[in-house]
């Protein structure tokens, strides 16, 4: 069976530090990796995906992901935080036949 | 905006009560997913439809049910509705299985 884990609740990181998003899966297959993020009272925004290839992909808002295949880790990266990345992340996982399973989120505060 | 269609953006009813939820997906995508978001239980996967057919299930409860119709358009049914039902509700589409999918804004229900 798929699982998602996003071992953090919440993360703080002050504007203009680098800041990491952590995720762990489980899948049988190759794993197609997905990063979301939801703003207030809106639906999730795809930020990137792993399909193959390189192992560092890069996104939207200028996050990029590192998928590591022996670590089944997925975490989400950026170098310079802005307050405005303030929200709730979430990580998914697919191996293409099967449905996209979400991890609980992870609540992101950017400190001025 | 993602391209993805929910009605209505908020209901409210009473226990008992039966609701239908309606999404229509983005233009040529295939694949429709259900998902329900509470503050406990974070982005769970209900059900999942492929070209007018179920492709995966979820923990979807016996009072829920959901169709995808010729159109592409699908319907999540909910009834015998229980005061735990309340929560955020989004539809996602996606070309096909193993894609990214992207998301409607949301119903939110609250059964009183």
């Known amino acids: 069976a798929q699982s998602v884990a996003q071992p953090e609740d919440q993360v703080n990181v002050a504007e203009g530090n680098p800041l990491t998003v952590k995720c762990t899966y489980s899948?049988?297959?190759?794993?197609?990796l997905f990063w979301y993020v939801q703003y207030p009272n809106r639906g999730l925004q795809f930020l990137l995906k792993y399909i193959t290839g390189d192992n560092l992909v890069k996104g939207s808002y200028g996050f990029e992901a590192e998928f590591n295949k022996s670590q089944t880790s997925f975490h989400l990266k950026k170098p310079s935080a802005l307050v405005s990345d303030s929200a709730l992340y979430f990580c998914?996982?697919?191996?293409?036949?099967?449905?996209?399973?979400f991890g609980k989120g992870t609540r992101l505060h950017i400190l001025p | 905006d993602s391209g993805v269609t929910q009605t209505p953006k908020h209901l409210i009813t009473a226990t008992g009560q039966r609701v239908t939820l309606r999404c229509s997906p983005r233009?040529?995508?295939?694949?429709v997913y259900w998902y329900q978001q509470s503050l406990d239980q974070g982005l769970q996967f209900l059900i999942q439809y492929y070209n007018g057919e179920e492709r995966a299930k979820g923990n979807i409860l016996e009072r829920f049910s959901a169709q995808q119709f010729p159109d592409l358009h699908s319907e999540l049914n909910l009834s015998s509705l229980e005061l735990g039902d309340s929560a955020l509700y989004f539809c996602?589409?996606?070309?096909?299985?193993?894609?990214?999918?992207?998301f409607g804004q949301g119903t939110r229900l609250t059964v009183v």
């Open positions: 233009s040529g995508d295939l694949s």
């Open positions: 996602a589409s996606s070309t096909w299985t193993g894609t990214e999918a992207f």
């Open positions: 998914a996982v697919t191996n293409r036949d099967d449905k996209i399973i």
């Open positions: 899948v049988s297959g190759n794993p197609y």
